[in-house]
């Protein structure tokens, strides 16, 4: 929410010497977070001029210019940049003439992208300063005239300063409002809160007393006049919320869309972050930004019989103000007259009904509807507004009549309309709920001594009402504008607040002795710390998948697998919790390589949800947050939960060594995943093996099953690793070869050596010895390696495989697999014919397995 600092000054104290840094300042005091600072971007001797002559000069291009004499200071007084009263100034465009005030930018001035003025020759003239269009002072994007203040509604002398009368001058903070505080949303919220930073003095707009002139006199028709009709349906609540819970209707006539907006209101949207769009709308936009309520303006002779507030019905169909024909929902509330939905509540209204250059006579729709089904309704039509944002966070409902009556004042003051006393209102406000709390519970969750008055104050500055300030146990209800004051830990919350959070010492809790990390988390961090060390990067991907990519990844022979859908989703296409950590990591490689970024190892150790098939997840009732849940409630909340293990997800694109001098580029392929995996069995302590697999995602002939052998011999496949499939990785935007692995690092655990010790050192020497064995091309080498290694027994202390050959030689269909062995005894040196019968016996095992025979 961006706050000009003009504005603010309206409705609270702000003193004149504020800078905006310090305005800011205030409003982290108070729990808001700091974003940037907006100026206009405008500054030095910026002027009103006089136009006294206007020469027009055809040039030999076909273009034709304008040399002025323009007065830009009283009659023989010095300008504001010390120069002469009357200059000469060059200007192109022809929307003006003798006798109008015109902005004049003298040399030396700024304007937005660093445009310094000085005086230059151009077209046979010296031109001593500027003219400015809208466009050239960042006002807007109107270049084709310059600005002529007589039909902006501005008259001044020339000489006078131009930038206060444009509101140039003005400077807007921008604060983050977390989506609790709603109020926050508008200028009479953030006035409330510098308020509470400073103590200053504030001023509620929406309790000016001239606004219940308005609302007597709009909503009290004479005998003969007729109200609008107005009618909200009685349908299903969302948790107790009415469609519409206050619907307000003022109604003005005689109205001027022509009128230009004044310039300080138009400036004021600007630095609030809104573009002016005309007079009519730009009103209703200015009053949302005052009062945080939403409004929307219909041209009353486009409405056919009244206004009425329903849920859609299947099969109807809006066009929306953006020009989108849309299908709705029966989960939408309109906004319909006696023809059919003329508007999206709360989100955008339709074009039947549109404020436009012709209307006359104007409808007020001040309304408050369901936060929850506005948001819905917002996520589902992928239509964010200004007032959707303001409505799913809450709106005061108490302020809407109010609204109606400020929309209807403005329209009256700047479009020269007339107040119809035709209005309605339908509903009036809830009373909020009282909140029951122990006097003394902010000093004991908050660790200070507060005192009694500092409680009570600090409640009835945000609004609340305290029944008896005396008890031990305080009866208070939260104001209209404060939905999220519902239990007393809020209340606290608001103490701590207002009191200041500076205030809440800084104690190092002790940890009980025995106390720590546990085996698991200590070796995860370990695997994390390994893979960074060695060149990988971890990030954190989006946890939410569309449900086809999310069975892809997470069921490798392509079967139907179970999954979990988040019920109220950011994102309708997006809604499935994963079940796979690659999915999001190729998200994030795909978007790194978009931006260049070709080479790169990123990994990402998180969880990842796998529902049971059939089974029902969730709880109907969440436990109170002021207490701590009991053992029986923490166990209902777990079985309400599908299992999540941790699952380590790599990725790895382009090269791992870039292309040097003399040195061709290394990339990334398979064996890196392997390699990866060796680096989960070298920080986990675990015995990872591969051997042959498949799955769907990955390329048929690179993918390597990962399992994990324990110490009492058992295995369990834990994940994959290998190349993913040419044509998911093509599909994504990625290169052909991307290499992956995923691991549940879960099941490691549970299966690695929980006692690992550095082993024993050997006095002996080791007996080094090769094998070559014969097997069929089709046997996988990891399968005959581990025949050797079980056939050769004890005293085999290492092995791998050196060599595997096809070729002259060799029968069709037949390879050579070369195994360089090594083998040691713990008690004595061993002999050639040992370490050779040790040979021979893994030999056996491997003919015995698989026919191999020993390659001469």
């Known amino acids: 929410m961006r706050v000009p600092i003009s504005w603010l000054r309206e409705y609270v104290g702000v003193p004149a010497e504020a800078t905006p840094r310090e305005v800011l300042d205030a409003f982290v005091r108070v729990g808001l977070e700091d974003e940037a600072i907006h100026a206009a971007g405008v500054s030095g001797p910026i002027v009103v001029g006089e136009v006294l002559e206007r020469t027009p000069e055809p040039q030999k291009n076909g273009k034709t210019i304008n040399w002025c004499q323009v007065r830009v200071a009283p009659e023989g007084e010095q300008a504001a940049d010390g120069g002469a009263d009357v200059r000469g100034i060059v200007c192109g465009a022809h929307n003006f003439g003798a006798g109008d005030h015109v902005v004049v930018a003298l040399p030396g001035a700024e304007l937005p992208g660093d445009f310094v003025i ?140 022509a009128r230009p907006t004044p310039a300080w209101l138009a400036q004021r949207l600007r630095l609030a972050g809104m573009r002016p769009l005309g007079l009519l709308i730009d009103i209703t936009n200015y009053v949302m930004l005052e009062l945080g309520q939403p409004i929307h303006g219909y041209d009353l002779d486009r409405l056919r019989g009244g206004i009425h507030v329903r849920r859609a019905r299947q099969g109807e169909r809006l066009t929306t103000l953006d020009g989108n024909d849309r299908a709705l929902s029966d989960e939408d509330i309109l906004i319909t007259d006696d023809r059919g939905p003329i508007g999206l509540a709360g989100v955008m209204g339709g074009m039947e009904t549109e404020l436009s250059d012709t209307t006359e006579n104007v409808f007020i729709e001040a309304a408050n509807f369901s936060p929850i089904s506005i948001a819905r309704t917002a996520r589902r039509h992928r239509l964010p507004s200004e007032a959707s944002r303001r409505f799913e966070r809450t709106v005061d409902p108490a302020v809407a009549v109010r609204a109606g009556a400020r929309v209807a004042e403005l329209l009256v003051e700047l479009a020269g309309g007339s107040l119809r006393p035709v209005g309605s209102v339908l509903g009036e406000p809830r009373a909020p709920r009282p909140v029951r709390m122990a006097a003394d519970l902010p000093a004991r969750r908050m660790g200070i001594d507060y005192e009694r008055a500092e409680v009570i104050d600090s409640l009835e500055a945000v609004g609340c009402a305290v029944a008896d300030p005396e008890a031990d146990v305080l009866e208070v209800t939260p104001p209209t504008w404060r939905p999220d004051l519902t239990a007393d830990v809020a209340l606290v919350e608001e103490v701590g607040r207002l009191q200041g959070f500076d205030r809440i010492p800084s104690v190092l809790p002790q940890s009980p002795q025995g106390h720590g990390l546990t085996r698991e988390q200590t070796l995860r961090r370990k695997l994390s710390d390994v893979l960074a060390a060695t060149g990988h990067v971890e990030v954190l991907s989006y946890p939410f998948l569309p449900e086809a990519e999310n069975a892809l990844f997470s069921s490798p022979e392509g079967k139907p697998v179970a999954q979990m859908k988040l019920q109220n989703a950011m994102d309708a296409q997006q809604a499935w919790l994963r079940r796979s950590m690659l999915p999001g990591l190729v998200g994030v490689a795909h978007r790194n390589v978009a931006r260049g970024m070709t080479d790169l190892g990123i990994f990402e150790l998180g969880r990842v949800f796998l529902p049971e098939p059939g089974k029902e997840y969730g709880v109907d009732e969440l436990p109170p947050v002021a207490e ?229």
Not at 173 to 183: C, I
Not at 652 to 658: E, H, K, Q
Not at 698 to 712: I, K, L, T, W
Request: hydrophobic share 40%.
């Open 628 to 856: 701590r849940p009991s053992p029986e409630t923490l166990e209902r909340l777990d079985d309400g939960l599908p299992p999540q293990p941790y699952v380590l997800g790599a990725v790895l694109v382009g090269n791992r060594a870039p292309k040097q001098p003399g040195v061709e580029a290394q990339p990334y392929g398979w064996q890196d995943a392997i390699e990866l995996v060796d680096r989960v069995a070298l920080a986990t302590a675990a015995d990872l093996r591969v051997r042959r697999g498949s799955h769907r995602a990955f390329h048929p002939g690179r993918c390597a099953e990962v399992y994990v052998v324990s110490p009492a011999g058992e295995e369990a496949v834990v994940g994959f690793a290998g190349e993913l499939h040419p044509a998911v990785t093509v599909e994504r935007d990625l290169p052909r070869v991307v290499a992956a692995a995923e691991i549940d690092i879960d099941r490691v655990l549970e299966h690695s050596d929980r006692h690992v010790s550095a082993g024993t050192i050997v006095g002996f020497p080791a007996a080094t010895q090769d094998l070559s064995l014969l097997v069929p091309a089709s046997v996988p080498a990891a399968e005959v390696h581990e025949a050797v290694r079980a056939g050769a027994g004890a005293l085999l202390e290492s092995s791998h495989l050196v060599a595997d050959y096809r070729g002259a030689g060799l029968e069709d269909g037949e390879k050579s697999l070369t195994f360089a062995l090594r083998f040691r005894a713990t008690d004595r040196t061993l002999t050639a014919a040992e370490a050779s019968e040790a040979k021979e016996a893994g030999a056996a095992r491997a003919a015995e397995l698989f026919g191999a025979r020993i390659r001469a």
């Open 118 to 257: 000085s005086a230059r020759k151009t077209y046979g003239h010296v031109s001593d300063g500027m003219i400015a269009s809208e466009r050239e002072l960042g006002l807007g994007e109107d270049h084709d005239g310059i600005i002529v203040l007589e039909r902006k509604g501005v008259e001044a002398a020339p000489g006078t300063p131009a930038l206060p009368l444009l509101g140039l001058d003005d400077v807007a903070v921008e604060v983050n409002v977390t989506p609790d505080r709603g109020y926050a949303m508008s200028l009479r919220g953030l006035a409330r809160e510098y308020s509470h930073a400073t103590g200053a003095e504030f001023s509620d707009p929406a309790l000016r007393p001239e606004l219940d002139g308005i609302v007597e006199r709009g909503l009290a028709p004479a005998a003969d006049e007729v109200r609008v009709p107005v009618s909200i349906a009685e349908e299903r609540a969302v948790r107790e919320q009415p469609l519409s819970e206050v619907f307000a209707g003022f109604v003005v006539t005689g109205v001027d869309p």
